[in-house]
């Protein structure tokens, strides 16, 4: 196989596979059952209740009492080994992690193109999700200046702009499936400020 390799998902690198042996059939002895006198039939690793749900949603948003969800969250503790400092607080993360998990279940039933799965932090509020995900904010001004748009008030800007052509920048590498994307991204920034510092002087 040579140029794109729609296995992998990279772009054009080189590839050659040599099959030595192919077959296409199989024995019928595949479709026999396993016999195995050590495990027994059992519960399926996972809730049970939230397949309930799964398979009839409108059970969790009509009724009155939901007892799957005390289940569900109990499997979400026993497996993540999560402790709560009160009974408010338990009750108060498992109202959470019940809303995430309508969240997700509604997100699956859309069949888009991808799907969405219960985590770690199934039980965190979105602010407490905003603060993993940023910096924490100092109240200090940081003393940052507006941009000065009035100095650009009358500019026409083209369509287009090639920075390539003034060499500014090298052409655009291909990584293939180099996991460096962040250096060619660094790479190319440097490029840009190296240019610029140099014209103007």
């Known amino acids: 196989m040579r140029g794109y390799n729609s296995l992998l998902g990279s772009h054009y690198d080189k590839y050659e596979i040599t099959y030595t042996d192919f077959d296409n059939s199989f024995p019928a002895s595949i479709f026999d059952l396993p016999i195995n006198e050590t495990k027994k039939c059992g519960f399926l690793p996972g809730s049970a209740s939230e397949h309930r749900v799964l398979v009839n949603p409108m059970e969790d948003l009509v009724g009155q009492h939901q007892p799957w969800a005390h289940e569900v969250f109990h499997h979400y503790r026993r497996r993540l080994g999560r402790q709560y400092g009160s009974v408010r607080e ?46 924490r904010r100092s109240g200090v001004p940081n003393n940052g200046q507006p941009f000065p748009t009035e100095l650009y008030a009358g500019l026409i800007l083209p369509e287009s702009l090639d920075w390539r052509m003034y060499g500014a920048v090298t052409p655009v590498k291909d990584q293939a499936v180099c ?23």
């Open 179 to 201: 996991g460096s994307c962040w250096s060619f991204a660094t790479t190319g920034a440097m490029e840009g400020a190296l240019f610029l510092k140099v014209r103007a002087g």
């Open 90 to 135: 338990l009750e108060h993360r498992q109202s959470v992690f019940v809303h995430n998990m309508r969240f997700v279940h509604s997100r699956n039933r859309a069949a888009l193109s991808y799907t969405l799965a219960l985590n770690h932090l199934a039980d965190r509020t979105p602010q407490e999700l905003a603060a993993l995900r940023g910096r």
